[in-house]
């Protein structure tokens, strides 16, 4: 028997095996096909060496096997004659998937027959389940459904005779609690492996709360980034400043969604998805950007709560401090405005405010600006945009970020669909898991915000950041190991 606990995946042709295996070890790069016969190989997968699957060719010519492996039920050493049967055939096109899969098996490999409960049980199974049990080899079966129809009832009867355990696994939207489930199964069927993948469960836990630690870091440097960043230009006067301005928007917004994107491609990469893509990709995982309209009216908080959690003063004391520096406003629209003053704060719920850009102070007496190069002369500053003081951003980027991981974390990993979420889709997404930072306790808002409105100022205290982590990672906790009923 092997040290590390090893299992051969085998099964009908076409039936899931590949999609079981890509779940279970994370790994999105399995090949996975709706045509029979994608795999040919026997190729091993393991998931940080804890345990190791094989992923095999499906069952060619079960019945003419078992014909010849029959006397493996007297045999005192069975597998001896499986690996004689191998020696045997190795080569020959009639075998060669047999070969293949009891390779391992020979090798010390346990088994874990995949079955496709929505398609019937025929007698070529009976004859895969009659070698398998020959084997003698430790064995569990797994029922897939890869369709609708239903012949779980008819398969469970079936596999009871021939296997120390079965159970289903849907390998499309297996949680991680279903995995941690299975490797729980495995190690109840072997005694030999009991210690080693129960310590491979304890090792995955505290794997997969250290990437929830990972990514309320993550989330909370993002935050930070976004809500102290600034673009400047040398400053223009008469026609040619409203298009300066426009362009300097337009240049905040990019670095802005340049910045989240790397986020969310992090966040993404920690559950180790290779096929969701982040930011402005072909096929990203959200269809809306950051600054668009329904972004702005479906995610973040509504009036009162910005009110509740403070957002009214960070606002005000944000928009104050920006006077008080730039001097003047340039172009600032209803932004700055509405914002002094709680009235301003409700109106700015679900309406996302123009960027403000801000003018440089006046220019320097005119003896000593003679001195300078001609840049600074106009003042030594330039146009400022940024911090963004729009109360809901903060609350908007969160809930993009945790939506992307609450999407993450859940999607399996057999999956080969690239999924696009609109601003409406993220919501619910959201909503179903509790996490919309709208469902929120209000007390965890509120320590958000605080953290939220130093950093916009360029204040933030370590502890405000520590705050701001400890309220991100409790709300992320509740995401749990379960998958909740999400949108793909
Ligand atoms: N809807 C759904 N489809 C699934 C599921 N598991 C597998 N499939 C689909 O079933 C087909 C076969 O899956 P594979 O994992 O390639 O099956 P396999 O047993 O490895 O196939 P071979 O290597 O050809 O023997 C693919 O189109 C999968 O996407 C599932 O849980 N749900
Ligand atoms: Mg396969």
Redesign the pocket.
Known sequence: MNETPTFAVV??????????I?TLAENDQV?????????VDCQRFSLGELFVFF?T??FQNAREALAELRAAAQAREPLALFADFVARHRGEPDFDAECRLFEPVVGGAGIVY?VDGSRPLLDLHLAEMELLRLTGAPRMALI????RDDHVADWKRRLGMHFNAVRQF????ASFADRIELLETLAGIEQGWKPRLMQAVAVLRQDWAGRLDEAAELIVQLLADVLQHRETAPPAEGPEAEAVAEQLRQRFMAAIAAREARAHAALIALFGHRRVKAGAATEPLFADGLFSEDTWSLLGLDARQLLAAGAAAGAVVGAGADAMTAGATLLAGSAIGAAVGAAGALMLGKRRPEIAVRLPRGPLPEPLSMLLPSQLRLGGASLVVGPYAAPNFPWIVLDRAVGTLAYVMHRAH?R?DEVTLGAGQLQSLLADTGLASAQWPEAARRSCEQAFARLRRDRLEPQDREALRAAIRAQIDRLGERRPDAPG
């Open positions: 099964g009908a042709v076409n039936h899931g095996k590949s999609s079981v890509s090949r996975v096909s709706a045509m029979p016969g994608e795999t992923d060719p499906g995949v897939n459904r890869t369709g849907d390998a499309h939207h057999a080969r």
